[in-house]
């Protein structure tokens, strides 16, 4: 639960402020340990637990998280511990009623002697990834969190680059096709059926286009609604078996992966994540076995990501991890297999695969860079050629009628 508080703090100053605690019993604890001098204390109906338990927690973008842990990174290498971190970098998120009652949450669990990973993994603001939590579980107790949060900070920050490059070149090529998408509708429904009722009254035989374009036209005007519920349903549907469903889920990114060039552009994204989360995860010390299981459970595609899961079975049993990719039914990249025999071979897996993850980035950013410069053309060909197959079939019968006069 979230408790709201007034009261005097440990300096005299008057405070109003919020505190998560089990009960009300719990919450007055805090407080005094804090030395808060209370005389308003009560549940906030506005943000309390329930309303984090239906959300499922906040859920933080990786922009900020990588920011965030850049700064603790940062005050921790310049000799501040985490505690008084936490507390510089909570009056700088005062405006976010979220991020805010997080690391208040964080601050009191930290007073009360819970390590920076306990503070984490205990408070129910917000949802942190679980390799994320790992890490700093792992190298707290190593001594190295401040170099591992500046490279989780790393890693956030260039895969929210990357996305934010993706969805900024698809807007234009997008738009330009829910633009289409209206002007071909607004063409077939009110512009083709004018045009047909000229036809009718002369009674003349139509060509085959132009009979196929009148029916699409009289269609989309009749059960024009009816089409786009339709497809909102079966968008919802597959949305829905996307997210809930293994199989299905399964089955289409498996058939991704057999698309030429966009296959091997989803294998490339998905092994450079595997890589470089394997790298900072085994620099956080964290053992093989579970920085392969925290890897794969960040991929996005369910074939790989369960190729990894599998493999990581057979590490247990005693077998390399190379060896174990390559006796999948699905076999990854061979030139990925190979790197991580040689890496074991010579005991420096967490140097190749940070090696492989920036080769693979890089491979894919220009890929990426060229289908987008190549998608915007393309687009336009496909919608030019739409309307020029309507306008050519509106005008085929007029000519026919010009000829034979």
């Given at each position: 639960m979230i408790f709201i508080y007034k009261g005097i703090d440990k300096n005299g100053k008057k405070i109003k402020e919020?505190?998560?605690?089990?009960?009300?019993?719990?919450?007055?604890?805090?407080?005094?340990?804090?030395?808060?001098?209370?005389?308003?204390?009560?549940?906030?109906?506005?943000?309390?637990?329930?309303?984090?338990?239906?959300?499922?927690?906040?859920?933080?973008?990786?922009?900020?998280?990588?920011?965030?842990?850049?700064?603790i990174s940062m005050y921790l290498k310049a000799g501040i511990t985490v505690v008084n971190a936490i507390k510089i970098i909570t009056n700088q998120y005062k405006n976010d009623k979220y991020l805010f009652l997080f690391f208040q949450t964080i601050n009191t669990l930290l007073d009360e002697g819970k390590t920076f990973y306990q503070a984490l993994d205990e408070q129910k603001i917000i949802k942190l990834p679980l390799f994320y939590k790992q890490s700093i579980r792992v190298s707290e107790t190593s001594g190295i969190l401040d170099s591992v949060l500046f490279e989780l900070a790393r890693f956030l920050k260039e895969q929210d680059r990357i996305n934010k490059q993706i969805q900024s070149a698809m807007a234009y090529p997008l738009f330009m096709l829910v633009i289409s998408f209206f002007m071909?509708?607004?063409?077939?429904?009110?512009?083709?059926?004018?045009?047909?009722?000229?036809?009718?009254?002369?009674?003349?035989?139509?060509?085959?286009?132009?009979r196929i374009v009148i029916t699409t036209g009289n269609v989309l005007k009749q059960d024009?609604?009816?089409?786009?519920?339709?497809?909102?349903?079966?968008?919802?549907?597959?949305?829905?078996?996307?997210k809930y469903n293994h199989t299905f889920r399964y089955t289409i990114h498996k058939f991704l992966l057999k698309l030429p060039f966009f296959g091997n552009l989803i294998e490339k994204t998905e092994l450079a994540r595997f890589s470089y989360m394997m790298?900072?995860?085994?620099?956080?010390?964290?053992?093989?076995?579970?920085?392969?299981?925290?890897?794969?459970?960040?991929?996005?595609?369910?074939?790989?990501?369960?190729?990894?899961?599998?493999?990581?079975?057979?590490?247990?049993?005693g077998k390399k991890l190379s060896s174990?990719?390559?006796?999948?039914?699905?076999?990854?990249?061979?030139?990925?297999?190979?790197?991580?025999?040689?890496?074991?071979?010579?005991?420096?897996?967490?140097?190749?695969?940070?090696?492989?993850?920036?080769?693979?980035?890089?491979?894919?950013?220009?890929?990426?860079?060229?289908?987008?410069?190549?998608?915007?053309?393309?687009?336009?060909?496909?919608?030019?050629?739409?309307?020029?197959?309507?306008?050519?079939?509106?005008?085929?019968?007029?000519?026919?009628?010009?000829?034979g006069n």
């Open positions: 919020k505190i998560e605690a089990s009960s009300i019993e719990e919450a007055k604890k805090k407080l005094s340990s804090k030395g808060v001098i209370y005389n308003v204390l009560k549940e906030d109906s506005g943000l309390n637990f329930k309303n984090f338990s239906l959300k499922r927690e906040y859920k933080i973008d990786a922009k900020k998280l990588s920011s965030i842990s850049r700064e071909v509708g607004f063409m077939l429904s009110f512009v083709v059926p004018k045009i047909t009722s000229m036809f009718d009254q002369m009674h003349q035989k139509l060509p085959l286009i132009t024009g609604i009816y089409i786009i519920i339709v497809l909102i349903i079966l968008i919802a549907i597959f949305s829905l078996l996307m790298s900072l995860l085994l620099k956080s010390g964290i053992p093989i076995v579970q920085a392969i299981n925290l890897s794969a459970n960040i991929l996005k595609n369910s074939v790989i990501k369960d190729i990894f899961l599998q493999a990581s079975t057979k590490v247990v049993e174990s990719l390559a006796t999948m039914p699905y076999v990854v990249n061979d030139s990925f297999i190979q790197a991580v025999a040689l890496a074991e071979e010579t005991s420096e897996v967490e140097e190749v695969m940070k090696n492989l993850s920036e080769l693979y980035f890089e491979e894919n950013h220009d890929k990426v860079t060229i289908l987008l410069s190549l998608l915007e053309p393309v687009l336009m060909l496909v919608v030019g050629g739409i309307i020029g197959f309507i306008v050519t079939a509106m005008l085929l019968p007029i000519f026919s009628m010009n000829i």
